[in-house]
C-alpha cells in the first residue's frame, strides 16, 4: 500500500483548502497542553485517497526530527490551528521511530510506528486490530531471510507455525485492521472527510 505526501500530490493544497488546510498546524498534547512540534505533510494512501499519518517536525523538543502520527489518534482544533494528539507526552514523543523522506514506509516501518503508540498506556485502547495480527520484527525478517536462503546439500528447514502466521499477517495486512488507528470519525474530523472526499474524486492527481 503505497503512501503519498499530500503536498506531492496537491500542491497548492492551502490554496484549495484555505482555512481547512491543517498543514503548519502546531501539535500540543491533551495531557500536558505542551506544543510537541508542527505539522509539515500527510501521508496518503493512493489506493483508498485516505489520510493515514500526519507528518510532524518535533523541532520544539527534537530538532530536525521528524516522527508520523497516526490520523485516528489526533483531535483537531481548527480554530486554534491547533492538533491534540491524544495520551502522547515529551518522552513518548523522543521514542518515536524517526521518519524522513528517504525512508521506505513499508510493513516494518509502520509496525515499529504502531508498537511505539502501543507501549504508551493512555492510547493503548487505540490500538486493537479487527484481526489478530502477529508481531513481526526486523530480527524475526532477517532469520527468515538467512534461513530460507539454499544451503548447499543440507535439509531444507520447516517454518514454525509463528512464521507462517507472520508471513500470512504481512501479506493480508491492511489499515482496516486498525480502525482507531487509521480511519477518520466524521463527528470528530468533518473537515478531513471532506478533504478525502476530494481527493478520491480527483485520483488523477495521482499519477
Known amino acids: 500500500m503505497a503512501l503519498l505526501k499530500l503536498t506531492d500530490i496537491v500542491p497548492n493544497y492551502h490554496e ?11 501539535v500540543y498534547s491533551n495531557l500536558t497542553e505542551e506544543k510537541i512540534g508542527t505539522i509539515t505533510d ?26 508520523l502520527l497516526p490520523i485516528g489518534i489526533s483531535w483537531i482544533n481548527f480554530p486554534e490551528k491547533r492538533v491534540y494528539v491524544k495520551g502522547l507526552t515529551e518522552e513518548n514523543a523522543k521514542n518515536l521511530p524517526e521518519f524522513n523522506d528517504d525512508l521506505k ?6 509496525d515499529l510506528v504502531r508498537n511505539a ?9 487505540y490500538i486493537n486490530p479487527v484481526v489478530p495480527i502477529v508481531p513481526y520484527s526486523p530480527m524475526a525478517i532477517n532469520q527468515v531471510a538467512i534461513l530460507n536462503e539454499p544451503m548447499g546439500d543440507s535439509e531444507p528447514r520447516v517454518s ?27 463527528t470528530e474530523h468533518p473537515r478531513l472527510g471532506l478533504q478525502e472526499k476530494w481527493l478520491a474524486a480527483n485520483k ?4
Not at 16 to 26: A, C, K, N
Not at 45 to 62: C, H, N, Q, S
Not at 176 to 186: F, M, S, T, W
Open 16 to 26: 484549495i483548502f484555505g482555512e481547512d488546510s491543517i498543514i503548519d498546524f502546531s
Open 42 to 67: 500527510i501521508l496518503v494512501d493512493e489506493k483508498e485517497a485516505k489520510f493515514r499519518y500526519l507528518i510532524i517536525d518535533l523541532g520544539f523538543w527534537i530538532f530536525g526530527k521528524k516522527v
Open 105 to 110: 514506509i513499508d510493513y516494518d516501518y509502520e
Open 117 to 125: 503508540y502501543s507501549m504508551n498506556p493512555a492510547t493503548y485502547s
Open 160 to 186: 514454525s507455525e509463528k512464521e507462517d502466521k507472520a508471513v500470512e499477517a504481512r501479506a493480508t495486512y491492511n489499515y482496516h485492521h486498525y480502525p482507531n488507528l487509521y480511519e477518520i470519525n466524521d
Open 204 to 207: 488523477k492527481l495521482f499519477r
